[in-house]
């Protein structure tokens, strides 16, 4: 076993602090990353806080990850050390079901394994995230990572990056194309540059009027504050899509009546309570509703090269993780732009 260190925390009404554990030694198959930066997601504070239920004690979290890699298995054909690498919110699955092996790991059937808060394959063995110094993952879950981007402003692509490309590619968007992104945050402001960089006409809904300056910097082409109901009633039955990326609860019914014939609603957020939809806001425009998770291996590393060749990398916010509780507290309150990203050296 390696000995590693972190941050971590024994129950959900703690804070997180140091913690020293082991990892596995590298298989045949596994690399071995020194972690370099760590994004810090909202869905750390949800299973830390165990508002999702179902957490598992101690957590270490952090499932947006960069490194190098510093050892490779006997049968590791697709990194060297020295690589750049990223690990994101997935390390294994069963590889054999329909998803897995139509390359939808994030779906699969028999059993999702995260890279944090999640048990192994083996049925047994605790997952240990990002807030640490080195992390061991089979290679058919790493990611490669090009040297043209800052590896800060690349963590947070491992989750909020891939968790809004992916959707914009399953629905085809792309010229002539209306994309509302509503809420304007570490999800949010990804979906901008992306939707914005396939030549979708961009709208950001937002219940802030003084974030309509960054998002037409972040590529967006329009703007509509949503407590305005002339700016609202204006782009009714307009877009074909709207990314929603809020996690708080909210009208779904008020932003499908912006949908056009046939648009399409996809959620990315998670409210803490399950919302309610009119029928009629559905059927009387054939409008759908849909959910998307994370995207699989072989997107997201699609996603990673596809944001070296179009530059583009997250606004973050780089802290040590010494700062990471009061980093959790100014994200509840908004309070970041418009990810925080953990600087690993910092936790020599």
């Known amino acids: 076993m390696i000995p590693a260190k ?3 925390v024994p129950n959900a009404t703690s804070v997180l602090g140091p913690f020293k554990f082991e990892r596995r030694e590298p298989g045949a198959n596994d690399v071995l990353i020194e972690i370099l930066y760590c994004g810090v997601c909202h869905s750390d504070i949800h299973q830390v806080r165990n508002e999702w239920g179902g957490s598992i004690y101690p957590m270490v979290p952090g499932h947006e990850i960069v490194g190098k890699v510093v050892k490779v298995g006997s049968d590791v054909t697709k990194f060297k ?10 390390v294994d699955s069963c590889r054999e079901c329909t998803s897995c092996k139509q390359g939808y790991e ?14 192994g394959m083996d049925g047994k063995t605790p997952t240990y995230g990002g807030y640490s110094d080195k992390i061991v993952v089979d290679q058919s879950f790493v990611l490669k990572v090009s040297e043209k981007l800052s590896l800060d402003r690349v963590a947070p692509l491992l989750c909020a990056g891939i968790t809004t490309y992916s959707p914009l590619r399953e629905w085809k968007v792309g010229k002539g194309r209306r994309v509302a992104v509503l809420g ?44 305005d109901e002339n700016a609202v009633k204006a782009v009714k039955n307009y877009f074909d899509f709207i990314i929603d990326t809020v996690s708080a609860q909210h009208d779904l019914n008020m932003y499908l009546s912006l ?10 957020g998670v409210p803490p309570e399950a919302p309610q939809v009119a029928a009629f806001n559905l059927i009387g425009k054939r409008r759908r509703l849909a959910g998307s998770l994370i ?17 583009i990398m997250s606004d973050v916010e780089v802290i040590p993780i010494s700062e ?12 970041v732009h418009y990810r925080f990203v953990i600087d690993m050296k910092s936790l020599n």
Do not use: P, W
């Open 81 to 90: 050390t020295g690589d750049l690498a990223g690990v994101g919110c997935l």
């Open 259 to 268: 949908l056009r014939l046939d648009g399409t609603m996809i959620l990315l």
């Open 106 to 119: 994030q779906y699969c059937e028999v059993k999702f394994v995260g890279t944090y808060n999640s048990i």
């Open 184 to 227: 304007l945050g570490g999800l949010g402001h990804m979906a901008v540059k992306f939707a914005a960089s396939m030549g979708a006409e961009v709208t950001v809904l937002s219940t802030s009027a003084n974030k309509e300056k960054d998002a037409k910097e972040l590529g967006a082409h329009k703007f509509v504050v949503t407590k």
């Open 295 to 311: 995207g699989g291996i072989k997107e997201t590393q699609e996603m990673l090269d596809y944001c070296a060749e179009h530059s």
């Open 6 to 8: 972190g941050y971590a």
């Open 324 to 335: 990471i509780n009061n980093a959790y507290e100014r994200m509840l309150k908004g309070d």
